[in-house]
């Protein structure tokens, strides 16, 4: 599923200014992922341009995982590429918006005035993230219809009984309601399907061979399944593609990615003044993008989540570099990942991680396991065990394993979220995002 709990920034990348022709240690960039791939901490696929050309491609880990055989990942396999898609749904906006037939002051109530506030919701404030509408992945029913097909109609219906979370342009809140909706708004404008408007307007424009509108994964295709670790890769559930539509639906590889942000900040999208308007932060929201810093180098992109896939897509404009990176299988964090590559890319310090593994008896984990609530976020979180693996899962959550990396201290990689627990004082605190929470035990 899309990214269901409240949309984390990625963690910032810091990296020294370098000069356009500079050379890199290819050889232990591959090291790195070796040792990725070794230990079971990543399965994905990476690449990097440089002034537009790719400079380096690899995959590792298994498109798929069955009991008759493993497919290995390759750097042509595709993946669901999940809230990366609404980069692209924005630019069919501002190229619908160039021709006509849409502008930003445009109601949401011209095309589904039943919607909470629709009247008073323009398409800025739906690309910018300011309309005020719930995110449905949020909502607690998601889970019970994220397998199963959904028409227009059926989505709106959902849509229309979620109460608006504040009024319109009054603040900004990530939701992924939004970017549904600009997906059917393109489809009623031009009187095509999305996937062919994506077709038509961005991937045969500029040659993107292996990006379109996804459907139920088919590894004939090369398409990659999604995997949790849990003592082994274990397959995720697979949303079905009709319901994220053009908040996350797209599927890709990290090399037409990286082809795709350079044709945007190239302008041969869309206008140099509309990218200009995309990258404009407001309240840390851009229109389908986020600022990314590097010390005095601005970057921006997106990143996305869906199943068991994380992917990154982000552009230093100065150093005209892009990176892009799909996982369908994470233990150690996607943004570390890239922090890694980069680093060896740019001749940074970086020390490639040993990956030591801790195993706990499964008594040892009996003084964790229990219900624990925070007075500073409405969320509660229960740990249970499996054998020797600890679980989490939060309110309205499936449950996910977690990593043990020293004394009380366990993580879960996937959500940059680190549980560091007081037994003794029946609590732990989560650390994620720079953000500290502090959990208590509830007594049943």
């Given at each position: 599923m899309?990214?269901?709990?409240t949309?984390?920034?990625?963690l910032?990348?810091?990296?020294?200014?370098?000069?356009h022709?500079?050379t890199?240690d290819?050889?232990?960039l591959?090291?790195?992922f070796?040792?990725l791939?070794?230990?079971?901490?990543?399965?994905?696929?990476?690449?990097?341009s440089?002034?537009?050309?790719?400079?380096y491609?690899?995959?590792?880990?298994?498109s798929q995982?069955?009991k008759?055989?493993?497919?290995?990942?390759?750097?042509?396999?595709?993946?669901?590429?999940?809230s990366i898609?609404?980069?692209?749904?924005?630019?069919?906006?501002?190229?619908?918006?160039?021709?006509g037939?849409?502008?930003?002051?445009?109601?949401?109530?011209?095309?589904?005035p039943?919607?909470?506030?629709?009247?008073?919701?323009?398409?800025?404030e739906m690309l910018?993230?300011?309309?005020g509408?719930?995110?449905?992945?949020?909502?607690?029913l998601?889970a019970?219809?994220m397998?199963?097909?959904?028409s227009e109609?059926?989505?709106?219906?959902?849509?229309?009984?979620?109460k608006?979370?504040?009024?319109?342009d009054?603040?900004?809140?990530?939701?992924?309601?939004?970017?549904?909706?600009?997906?059917y708004?393109?489809?009623?404008?031009?009187?095509?399907t999305?996937g062919?408007?994506?077709?038509?307007?961005?991937?045969?424009?500029?040659?993107?061979?292996?990006t379109?509108?996804?459907?139920k994964?088919?590894s004939?295709?090369?398409?990659a399944?999604?995997?949790?670790y849990?003592?082994?890769?274990?397959?995720?559930?697979e949303t079905d593609?009709?319901?994220?539509?053009g908040?996350?639906?797209?599927v890709s590889t990290?090399?037409?990615?990286?082809?795709?942000?350079?044709?945007?900040?190239?302008g041969?999208?869309?206008?140099?003044?509309?990218?200009?308007?995309?990258?404009?932060?407001?309240?840390n929201?851009?229109?389908a993008?986020?600022a990314?810093?590097?010390?005095?180098?601005?970057?921006?992109?997106h990143?996305?989540?869906?199943?068991?896939?994380?992917?990154?897509?982000?552009?230093?404009p100065?150093?005209?570099?892009?990176i892009?990176?799909?996982?369908?299988?994470?233990?150690?964090?996607?943004?570390?990942?890239?922090?890694?590559a980069?680093?060896?890319?740019?001749?940074?310090?970086?020390?490639?991680?040993?990956?030591?593994?801790?195993?706990?008896?499964?008594t040892?984990?009996?003084?964790?396991?229990?219900?624990?609530?925070?007075?500073?976020?409405?969320?509660?979180?229960?740990?249970?065990?499996?054998?020797?693996?600890?679980?989490?899962?939060a309110?309205?959550?499936?449950?996910?394993?977690?990593?043990?990396?020293?004394?009380?201290?366990?993580v879960?990689?996937?959500?940059?979220?680190?549980f560091?627990?007081?037994?003794?004082?029946?609590c732990f605190?989560?650390?994620?995002?720079?953000?500290t929470y502090?959990?208590?035990?509830?007594?049943?």
């Amino acid at each position: 599923m899309i990214q269901k709990r409240t949309y984390h920034f990625l963690l910032f990348l810091i990296l020294q200014s370098c000069t356009h022709g500079q050379t890199f240690d290819k050889a232990r960039l591959d090291s790195f992922f070796v040792a990725l791939n070794k230990n079971d901490q990543s399965m994905g696929s990476i690449a990097i341009s440089a002034n537009g050309v790719v400079v380096y491609q690899n995959a590792i880990g298994f498109s798929q995982i069955n009991k008759q055989a493993k497919t290995p990942s390759t750097i042509e396999t595709k993946y669901r590429i999940g809230s990366i898609s609404k980069m692209f749904t924005a630019t069919m906006i501002f190229q619908l918006i160039d021709e006509g037939k849409l502008s930003f002051e445009t109601p949401l109530a011209r095309y589904f005035p039943q919607l909470p506030n629709a009247s008073k919701i323009n398409i800025r404030e739906m690309l910018d993230h300011r309309s005020g509408l719930h995110n449905f992945t949020s909502d607690s029913l998601y889970a019970t219809y994220m397998g199963s097909p959904k028409s227009e109609a059926e989505i709106i219906a959902i849509f229309s009984r979620q109460k608006s979370d504040f009024e319109p342009d009054s603040k900004a809140e990530y939701s992924n309601t939004n970017f549904v909706l600009l997906g059917y708004i393109i489809e009623r404008l031009t009187g095509k399907t999305y996937g062919e408007e994506l077709k038509k307007r961005i991937t045969s424009k500029i040659g993107l061979a292996q990006t379109y509108y996804g459907t139920k994964a088919n590894s004939t295709k090369n398409e990659a399944h999604s995997y949790i670790y849990q003592g082994q890769w274990t397959q995720m559930p697979e949303t079905d593609m009709s319901i994220p539509g053009g908040a996350g639906a797209i599927v890709s590889t990290p090399t037409d990615l990286v082809k795709f942000i350079n044709a945007l900040f190239e302008g041969k999208l869309i206008s140099i003044a509309n990218l200009e308007l995309m990258k404009t932060m407001r309240d840390n929201y851009g229109m389908a993008m986020f600022a990314m810093p590097f010390y005095d180098i601005k970057g921006y992109g997106h990143s996305g989540g869906i199943d068991g896939f994380l992917s990154l897509l982000f552009y230093l404009p100065k150093e005209k570099i892009a990176i892009a990176y799909t996982s369908n299988g994470t233990r150690y964090s996607y943004n570390d990942v890239v922090t890694g590559a980069l680093s060896i890319y740019f001749n940074k310090p970086f020390t490639i991680p040993e990956f030591k593994t801790i195993t706990l008896k499964s008594t040892e984990l009996d003084k964790y396991v229990g219900e624990y609530s925070s007075t500073q976020i409405p969320l509660k979180i229960t740990m249970t065990k499996k054998d020797i693996t600890l679980f989490a899962q939060a309110s309205g959550q499936s449950a996910f394993p977690l990593e043990a990396k020293g004394e009380n201290k366990f993580v879960y990689a996937s959500a940059d979220a680190t549980f560091q627990f007081e037994p003794d004082k029946r609590c732990f605190t989560l650390i994620q995002k720079g953000n500290t929470y502090l959990f208590n035990k509830t007594d049943k």
